[in-house]
Every structure is written in structure tokens, then in C-alpha cells.
């Protein structure tokens, strides 16, 4: 019998061809098979010209010869038969546990030294080979898992992140088997992560018809209809999960994520407590359970659940931001204690691989401007940018090129007025620390700001590997990022004074007289002969709450007891 084979690409540069081979009662006529389909592969063009074909064997079943009391000869020897340039990797060979061949085989494409053919046997039912043609693209393999059903199909699945190419490998394996549950729900997990919302919902309808009380479904599609402001239906599928298992601590986590979105602040508690109840190693519900009595100022609870994270789970860099930006609320500041803390966000971080860094030759500059890179997550209507958008106004193109890499999906009218503004915009959100300091080496940045601190999507970590020959923190958070790779903060003496320098890994460069310049609504009209005769002052403050702590106000009432006819105005918004 000729072997099915589908084939399928994931970009220019890689094609997968997947012979599928069902097993038959002989195992002399499964090696034929498997002999017919290495043949085929080595008429490849790819492999045509090549001096050496590297085959590994996996599986049981590529030791059936021996197992089955069979005579002829082992497996290397017979694959060797099929041309002299095969050579067969013995130390796969007996390597029949699956989840040790996919580590064995992923560590060979860390190494960059990935075979030409892989014969993927399970000693069950299937047997498959695979053709790699991803030599030289190692960087582009993400996952390599098998279907954890050893009693149904036998397979590599290949998965590249958010790949159109792999929705009809799923939709193949589906048609070889169409109650193949995991296919139809590592589908629906792709539809869902390529953002394919209405295609996901119908796909999820197959993934129930196969499994109604399947929780994972269930989940997915509660993070789904999150996505799309559904709160209700959101709410549905996590009360679906409970009806299932009441002990389930990711609904309880889901519905605390739920609640906090809508500032119903109780409820989102119980739930994260609960969670926590019956996952007591859950570090995202005490992270997010932190970062809500952060919002509502109980700093001293907020702390404590940072600190469980931190003992869970201290590769977990997010909690230590969250740690640092609560610590600058806190009336009990601790120096040492916040220089620790970014000493062990750094220590968090993944390791970047040095030989991957600047593998893109810098553009050779042909004018004198100063190129300026700024790197942010909150290029749209955020406070930053209102601060942004007049000083870039100020920035003169004759001597400098400004380029704005972009660390969101953010899409407003401001984000469009901010991207007429700069020279180049870059959206950086997608990728890898290791490809923005490689795109920023390819700009050729001569400096490079960071508008976050350690606020939310911030990029800190591409700054730590000094990306910029002059790296500087400007306008999102007037603490230090504690990073002595960054060469300066940009403040004011009101904002913070040089004799705060002890605070700072940064060195403080200071403008004169404010840091920042408010970009003014052009549409808004202030009658200003109202208030030519009034005698009261109005301060007023629209900042997060959560900021407004004893000191703030025994601060701004000594101020409002020395300035006659002074009043507060206090507006917050709980939506942002």
C-alpha cells in the first residue's frame, strides 16, 4: 500500500511533508512502508543533493522486528540499505518513551543540528514518518508535542505559534479521524490564539459534541466571550466548569478576572481566595489577588500576596514589577528591599543567548541625525502619550529620526495621530526580547528611551541587555527602574531633587522646569471670564486612587489650610 502523504507550509522557507502509515499485522510489510516513505523523501529536491541524510527512529514499534521474533535484520541496518548517505542516530534508537524522544529530538534543533528524516513509531497503533524541512530555521520551531492518547493516533504534531498553515494540519488529522478530541481542540486553541473568534465559537461546538462536560472547552470559550465584552456569556461557561467539578481553581481564577474587570472588587476576592483553596500553588491568583488590593490601596495585603508568589514561583519576573510599583505607595519605603527586588526581576528574566544578539549588520548611516528609539505600551489615549505628542512636536527633523516600537495591540485616534509623528513605527509586542534588541541594533538607535518603568507592558527586560549604546527612562514612572543599564532618568527638581540621587541606579538629568508638557485638547473651550473675578482656588487631582495614601492627604491639607478660599476636587474614574 502507498503511504498517505499531505503536505503543508508554514512559510517560504519551511515545508512539512507527514507520510501517515497504518500499521499492519506483519511487520516485515510496516518496514516496507516505512522504507517506501524514507524513499520518497530522499527524492526531495531538498535532500537531492545532499552527502549525508540523518535519520532518527522513534517508537517501539521501530524495534518490531526483534520484538516480534522476527530474523531479519535491525532497523539501522535496513535504512542504511536505502542509500549510503543515510545514518541513522542510535541514540534515539531505543528511546521509547515519547515524551523523552520529543525532548531528545527538540534538543538536537537547540544545537542547530535537527535530522533530515524522522520515523515516528508508536508501538500501538500508528506509525508515521516525518520529513523535517526545517534545517537552518531552527528558531522558527516552537512546540513539538505528540497526542497524549497513545491509544489513538500516533503522531508529531507540529505547531508553529499562530500559524495559519497548521489550522489545516489539525483539520487533516480531524478528517483521519473525525472524534479525535485533541485535534479538534488544539484547533479550537489556534483559532482562539489567531484571534479567529466567530470560526473558534463553531469550532468549539465539535470539540462538545465529542466531550459536553469537556472543562477546557468550557474555559476557553469563557475567555473568549471576555474578549468580546461578553460578560455574561464569559460568566456562563466558568459556572459551567463548577456545575462540572466545584473545585475547579481555574473558574474560580476566570471569574476573579471577570469580577475585577468590573470593579466588583468583593466578589473578585472570594473568587481568587477560593482559587487559592484549592490550588494552594497558584501564583497568577495570588499575583492578580495582589495587584487588586493594590488598586484599592491595601499595600500591606497587596505585598503579602506578592510574597507567596515569589516562594511558588520566583522565575515569575511580572510579580517583582508589581512588588516595585507597589513599594513606592508604601509609607515604610525600603531602599535595600527595592534594589533587591529588581536584582531578582533581573535574575527572573529568560537568558538571552549572546551568539543570537546583533546577527543584523547595522544600517550604515548616510546623514548626521541622532536616531531615537522610544519603546512603549501605551502609544494611544493613556497619559503618556497626551504627554508625548507636543514635545515630539519640539523635536527638530533635521537633527534627529525618531522611531516608536510599540509594545500593544493599542489602536485609538491618539495612537494614529502619534504614529503621523515619528519616522518609522515598529510593533514590538510579538516578539522576542532577542529579535527587538536585534531590531533596534538594525535601526541603528543611538539612543533609547523606555516610557513604562515598571508599569504594565512594559519591555524593561530588552534594556537590561543594553540594547542602546545610551539607554534613558523618561515620563511613565519617576521612580528608578533600579537597572544601572539604564544611563538616566529624566525628571525635574520638583519632581524629584539631585539630592534623591541615593534612590536611583540612574543618573538624575534634570530639566528645568517641568519633566513633561500636557498636550491640550484643541476642542475643549474654557470660557475663562468666569473665573477673572472668583477668589477661590481649586487643586484638583484625577489620579488613581490607590495613590492617595495618609501622607498625600496630611500633605495637601496643610496646603489647603495655608491657602485661604483653596478647595480639593477628587475625581476618579474606576474604568480608567
Same mark, same amino acid.
Given at each position: 500500500a502507498d503511504p498517505k502523504a499531505f503536505s503543508f507550509g508554514f512559510n517560504k522557507n519551511i515545508q512539512i511533508n507527514i507520510f501517515w502509515l497504518k500499521k499492519l499485522d506483519i511487520a516485515i510489510e510496516d518496514r516496507g512502508l516505512i522504507k517506501l516513505a524514507v524513499k520518497k523523501n530522499l527524492l526531495n529536491k531538498k535532500n537531492n543533493n545532499k552527502n549525508k541524510i540523518v535519520i532518527w527512529t522513534f517508537g517501539g514499534s521501530t524495534t518490531i522486528?526483534?520484538?516480534?521474533?522476527?530474523?531479519?535484520?535491525?532497523?539501522?541496518?535496513?535504512?542504511?540499505?536505502?542509500?549510503?548517505?543515510?545514518?541513522?542516530?542510535?541514540?534515539?534508537?531505543?528511546?521509547?518513551?515519547?515524551?523523552?524522544?520529543?525532548?531528545?529530538?527538540?534538543?538536537?534543533?537547540v544545537k542547530n543540528e535537527p535530522p533530515d528524516i524522522v520515523v515516528w513509531a508508536n508501538k500501538f497503533n500508528e506509525i508515521g514518518v516525518i520529513y523535517q524541512g526545517l534545517r537552518g530555521n531552527r528558531d522558527k520551531l516552537r512546540h513539538i508535542f505528540s497526542s497524549p492518547n497513545k491509544n489513538k493516533l500516533s503522531?508529531?504534531?507540529?505547531?508553529?505559534?499562530?500559524?495559519?498553515?497548521?489550522?489545516?494540519?489539525?483539520?487533516?488529522?480531524?478528517?483521519?479521524?473525525?472524534?479525535?478530541?485533541?485535534?479538534?481542540?488544539?484547533?479550537?486553541?489556534?483559532?482562539?490564539?489567531?484571534?479567529?473568534?466567530?470560526?473558534?465559537?463553531?469550532?468549539?461546538?465539535?470539540?462538545l459534541k465529542i466531550n459536553s462536560k469537556s472543562i477546557d472547552t468550557f474555559l476557553l470559550l469563557g475567555n473568549l466571550y471576555d474578549k468580546l465584552n461578553q460578560e455574561k456569556k464569559s460568566e456562563k461557561y466558568f459556572r459551567e466548569i463548577l456545575k462540572i467539578n466545584s473545585k475547579d481553581s481555574n473558574a474560580y481564577y476566570s471569574?476573579?478576572?471577570?469580577?475585577?474587570?468590573k470593579a466588583d472588587y468583593e466578589k473578585a476576592i472570594d473568587n481568587y481566595k477560593l482559587a487559592i483553596k484549592f490550588n494552594k500553588n497558584y501564583f497568577a491568583a495570588y499575583n492578580n489577588l495582589g495587584t487588586l488590593y493594590q488598586e484599592i490601596g491595601k499595600f500591606d495585603l497587596a505585598v503579602l500576596n506578592f510574597?507567596?508568589?515569589?516562594?511558588?514561583?520566583?522565575?515569575?519576573?511580572?510579580?517583582?514589577?508589581?512588588?516595585?510599583?507597589?513599594?513606592?505607595?508604601?509609607?515604610?519605603?525600603?531602599?535595600?528591599l527595592y534594589f533587591e527586588l529588581v536584582q531578582k526581576f533581573k535574575q527572573s528574566l529568560p537568558k538571552i543567548n549572546l551568539d543570537k544578539i546583533s546577527q543584523f549588520p547595522k544600517i550604515k548611516k548616510t546623514d548626521k541625525k541622532i536616531r531615537i528609539g522610544f519603546v512603549s505600551g501605551d502609544y494611544g489615549n493613556h497619559p503618556v502619550s497626551y504627554y508625548l505628542l507636543n514635545t515630539i512636536n519640539h523635536i527638530s527633523v533635521e537633527k534627529f529620526e525618531l522611531i516608536a516600537y510599540s509594545n500593544s495591540n493599542r489602536m485609538d485616534e491618539i495612537t494614529l495621530e502619534l504614529k /503621523? =509623528?515619528?519616522?518609522?513605527?515598529?510593533?514590538? *509586542?510579538? $516578539? &522576542?526580547?532577542?529579535?527587538?534588541?536585534?531590531?533596534?541594533?538594525?535601526?541603528?538607535?543611538?539612543?533609547?528611551?523606555?516610557?513604562?518603568?515598571?508599569?504594565?507592558?512594559?519591555?524593561?527586560?530588552?534594556?537590561?541587555?543594553?540594547?542602546a549604546p545610551v539607554q534613558v527612562t523618561w515620563l511613565g514612572y519617576n521612580a528608578s527602574t533600579g537597572l544601572k543599564?539604564?544611563?538616566?532618568?529624566?525628571?525635574?527638581?520638583?519632581?524629584?531633587?539631585?539630592?534623591?540621587?541615593?534612590?536611583?541606579?540612574?543618573?538624575?538629568?534634570?530639566?528645568?522646569?517641568?519633566?513633561?508638557?500636557?498636550s491640550i485638547n484643541d476642542d475643549i473651550k474654557i470660557d475663562h471670564s468666569r473665573?477673572?473675578? /472668583? =477668589?477661590?482656588?481649586?487643586?484638583?487631582?484625577? *489620579?488613581? $486612587? &490607590?495613590?492617595?495614601?495618609?501622607?498625600?492627604?496630611?500633605?495637601?491639607?496643610?496646603?489647603?489650610?495655608r491657602i485661604k478660599n483653596s478647595k480639593l476636587f477628587i475625581y476618579w474614574s474606576v474604568t480608567g
Open positions: 522486528g526483534k520484538s516480534c521474533g522476527s530474523e531479519s535484520s535491525s532497523w539501522p541496518e535496513e535504512l542504511e540499505k536505502i542509500d549510503p548517505r543515510i545514518k541513522i542516530n542510535n541514540s534515539a534508537y531505543f528511546a521509547m518513551d515519547s515524551d523523552k524522544s520529543l525532548y531528545l529530538l527538540k534538543n538536537q534543533f503522531f508529531f504534531l507540529l505547531k508553529l505559534d499562530k500559524t495559519e498553515g497548521a489550522i489545516s494540519y489539525f483539520q487533516k488529522s480531524i478528517y483521519i479521524k473525525s472524534d479525535f478530541f485533541e485535534a479538534h481542540f488544539n484547533l479550537l486553541q489556534l483559532l482562539y490564539d489567531l484571534k479567529k473568534f466567530d470560526e473558534a465559537i463553531l469550532q468549539s461546538k465539535e470539540c471569574l476573579g478576572n471577570l469580577c475585577k474587570k510574597k507567596s508568589v515569589i516562594k511558588i514561583n520566583p522565575k515569575f519576573s511580572e510579580v517583582y514589577q508589581n512588588y516595585l510599583f507597589c513599594l513606592n505607595f508604601s509609607k515604610y519605603f525600603d531602599l535595600n /503621523k =509623528r515619528f519616522n518609522v513605527w515598529r510593533k514590538i *509586542n510579538h $516578539l &522576542s526580547d532577542t529579535e527587538v534588541i536585534n531590531l533596534v541594533s538594525k535601526d541603528s538607535v543611538d539612543i533609547l528611551f523606555d516610557l513604562s518603568g515598571h508599569t504594565a507592558k512594559n519591555r524593561l527586560s530588552i534594556f537590561v541587555n543594553k540594547a543599564e539604564i544611563d538616566y532618568i529624566i525628571v525635574d527638581p520638583y519632581v524629584v531633587p539631585l539630592s534623591d540621587q541615593k534612590y536611583f541606579a540612574e543618573k538624575i538629568f534634570q530639566l528645568p522646569n517641568t519633566f513633561q508638557c500636557i473665573y477673572q473675578n /472668583k =477668589r477661590d482656588i481649586i487643586f484638583g487631582s484625577f *489620579n488613581n $486612587l &490607590s495613590k492617595i495614601n495618609d501622607n498625600v492627604i496630611d500633605v495637601w491639607s496643610e496646603i489647603l489650610k
